[in-house]
Nanobody, 123 residues
Framework: QVQLVESGGGLVQPGGSLRLSCAASGLTLDYYAIAWFRQAPGKEREGVSYMAKDGSTYYADSVKGRFTISRHNAKNMVYLQMNSLKDEDTAVYYC?????????????????WGKGTLVTVSS
């Protein structure tokens, strides 16, 4: 049974940093593209960052230069380093695994999803 469990969310002040983790089980991470999504209250889900199987990365314009996606295949772990956090980064963050897809930000090709971890940026 495939399971994705996010952790690392919490309350942080504007300008602060957080590192989200996603532990994957029941599969071999090497075979999957990875992604992070977020959903703020009252808003639609947004694709935040994506790493294809070949290691190429993509970021939403709103987080470019501040967020970094990474993976540790041997540990079956996915990470999202978030720096210079802003109020508008407040959301539930989800990790997802799936196939390489140019439509990743819409969720296409993503087969497995975690339940999310809440990030609140507030002073």
């Amino acid at each position: 049974q495939v399971q994705l469990v996010e952790s690392g969310g919490g309350l942080v002040q504007p300008g602060g940093s957080l590192r989200l983790s996603c532990a994957a089980s029941g599969l071999t991470l090497d075979y999957y593209a990875i992604a992070w999504f977020r959903q703020a209250p009252g808003k639609e889900r947004e694709g935040v960052s994506y790493m294809a199987k070949d290691g190429s990365t993509y970021y939403a314009d709103s987080v470019k230069g501040r967020f970094t996606i990474s993976r540790h295949n041997a540990k079956n772990m996915v990470y999202l380093q978030m720096n210079s956090l802003k109020d508008e980064d407040t959301a539930v963050y989800y990790c997802a695994l799936g196939d390489d897809s140019i439509w990743w930000s819409e969720g296409y090709g993503m087969h497995y999803w975690g339940k999310g971890t809440l990030v609140t940026v507030s002073s």
